[in-house]
Structure formats: C-alpha cells, structure tokens
C-alpha cells in the first residue's frame, strides 16, 4: 500500500520529451470530445501582491485514475528568482480512488503547459526549419525552447524578456547554454524575424502587435488564461485568418485577447476552434502558407492528468522514485 513519490529529476527521468507532448495532444482530443473527461477547478486570490491559490481535479475514463494539482502562483517570484508556480500532484488509483502518487506539481505544470504550446506548434507551425520566437525567459519558455528544440526543426530560436534585456546571457537558463539561441534586441525585432511565436508571459498588456507580424505566422501563447491578460493586440487577433484553442468554451469565458477581439467585433465565437480538430485532421489550419494563426492555451486539468499519469505509471514501470508507507 505504497506511495510513490516523485521529484523533479524523477519525473524527467520517467518521460521525455515526445511523452510529454504525446501527452498534450491526447489530452486535447480528450477534452474536446467532452464525454471521457470529468474535471473541475477552483482559484481565488490570496493576501500576497498578485497572488492566487488553485485546485484543480479531472479524470479521463480509461486513461487516468482521479489526479489532483493544488498550488499557488506569484508572479511576482521571478524577482526572487524562483519558480511562479509551487504546487503538488497526487494520482489515485481509477478502482480504489487510494492514493497512489505524490508528484512535483511545478514540474507537471511547467512540463503541460510548454508541452501544449509545443502540440500546437507542431500542428500549426512550418514542418522545415525555421526562426522560432519566444516572449519570455522564465521556466515555462525554457522548457517551451527545450521542447520545440528535441521534437521540431528549429533554425534557431530568440528570446526577449525585460530582465534579460537588462543582464544579457547571463540570466539565461543553463540548458539552454548549448542551444542555437540569439537574444533579440525588442520584441519588435523578435515578432519581424520569427515564423513561429511564443509568449510565455503573464503580462497584462501585449507583447505582440499585429503590425510586427509577418505573414504565415504562428502565434501561440500560455499567459492569456484570464479577462485582464492579453498578451496580444487586438490587431493581432483580427490578423488572424484562423483563431485556435485547448477549449473554446472555455475562451470565451476567460481568454483576455478572446474576449476582446470578440467585443470588438473582429472575432466571431464561431470561428473559435478547437486545436483538436487539427489534430485530427479535421481542419486544416491554415488554407495557405501565407495565413497568420493564433492559438491560445487556457490550461486544463486533463492536461495535468494525463501528464501525471503518464509520469507514475513509467515511473513505477522502471523503479523510478521513492517509496512511502503513508
């Protein structure tokens, strides 16, 4: 009646990259198909500066037992140069509901939230090698880079964020030390010379403007999950020719550029689409090389579940981690 018990190290060691995003695009079937997932969340504000507390739960019938993530977030943290999310995982088997697991809920949630983008990079993005840009340089855009550097053809990548503007190199992530990564000079130089965008930011205002984008660009972004954050323009959303989401029930309620394009009247709610239909190649998204897409995560528990699963149960398989008698 063991718990296994799993750290950072642990986890990477269980799944690699193609695991991780495998996991992602399943999970984005899953949840668009609606019936096999059953999951609810909850949030609210805490007394720190920019602080937020959330649980969140879902189960994929067949493919998972019920997982749980709880955490908290302070965006704020990258001053103290540590991780914005700290959160805890644990599995449960699908019979009993006993616990079975204890995972590191920041890497679970750093690992799906960059393995999504990189899912829909994958579906979306050019499949040559190109210029790859990422608007951050905190976790969730080194794991983003680390991601679309094992499993796309990336020319090389660029990566602007304010603090690395202002330390240089320096302040890059270590793993990225033998990467082809360039820092760009502005985000306007990074949008005009990248194919693929990335922002990994939990920015209030955008960072990308419609007007700085080339054609047949890939706009993806991770930190556009409520009203009051929009990482892009609104002429960045109406540049779109095809708009895509992990759920766009789900957009509609809480993505900032969503929101906005649609009051705007630049973004029909129709013409909001699931990235599952991409996946399953029931859209093409895009008609041409020359059309700009958008797609924009919002974070599901399922892409939790079936990240952490995937983890405990290699993990278990291979004698990966510790065992506990609770």
């Known amino acids: 009646m063991d718990v296994l018990i799993l750290s950072d190290a642990q986890i990477r060691a269980a799944v690699g990259a193609a695991d991780v995003v495998d996991s992602q695009d399943r999970a984005f079937l899953l949840a668009a198909e609606g019936d096999g997932v059953r999951s609810a969340h909850t949030h609210y504000t805490t007394f720190a500066p920019d602080g937020m507390a959330f649980v969140h739960s879902a189960v994929a019938a067949g493919e998972t037992g019920v997982v749980f993530k709880a955490g908290t977030q ?31 809920g920041t890497t679970i949630t750093a690992l799906r939230t960059a393995g999504g983008l990189v899912s829909a990079a994958r579906a979306l993005s050019p ?11 905190g976790a969730q855009a080194t794991e983003f880079v680390g991601l679309m550097h094992a499993l796309l053809p990336v020319d090389r990548f660029l990566i602007w964020s304010p603090r690395l503007h202002a330390l240089g190199r320096a302040h890059l992530d270590a793993r990225l030390a033998d990467l082809p990564v360039e820092v760009a000079a502005s985000p306007r130089d990074l949008c005009e010379r990248s194919r693929t965008i990335a922002a990994c930011t939990l920015s209030r205002t955008p960072v990308i403007e419609g007007a700085w984008l080339g054609a ?19 002429a960045c959303s109406a540049r779109a020719a095809r708009t895509f989401t992990d759920l766009p029930e789900q957009a509609l309620r809480s993505t900032g550029p969503v929101l906005e394009a649609v009051r705007a009247g630049m973004l029909k709610e129709e013409a909001v689409h699931p990235i599952a239909e991409v996946l399953r190649g029931d859209h093409p998204g895009r008609a041409d090389e020359a059309e700009t897409v958008v797609f924009h995560s919002n974070g599901l528990g399922v892409q939790d579940a079936l990240l952490a699963w995937r983890a405990y149960a290699a993990a278990r398989s291979n004698g990966i981690g510790t065992r506990v008698d609770l």
């Open 74 to 104: 302070h965006p704020r943290n990258a001053e103290r140069d540590l991780p914005t999310v700290h959160a805890t995982v644990t599995v449960h088997d699908p019979d009993s509901g006993r616990t079975v697991g204890v995972l590191n």
């Open 127 to 137: 499949d040559r090698p190109h210029t790859v840009g990422v608007l951050g340089a």
């Open 216 to 234: 047949g660009t890939t706009v993806l972004t991770m930190g556009s999950y409520a009203p009051d954050r929009c990482e892009i323009d609104v």
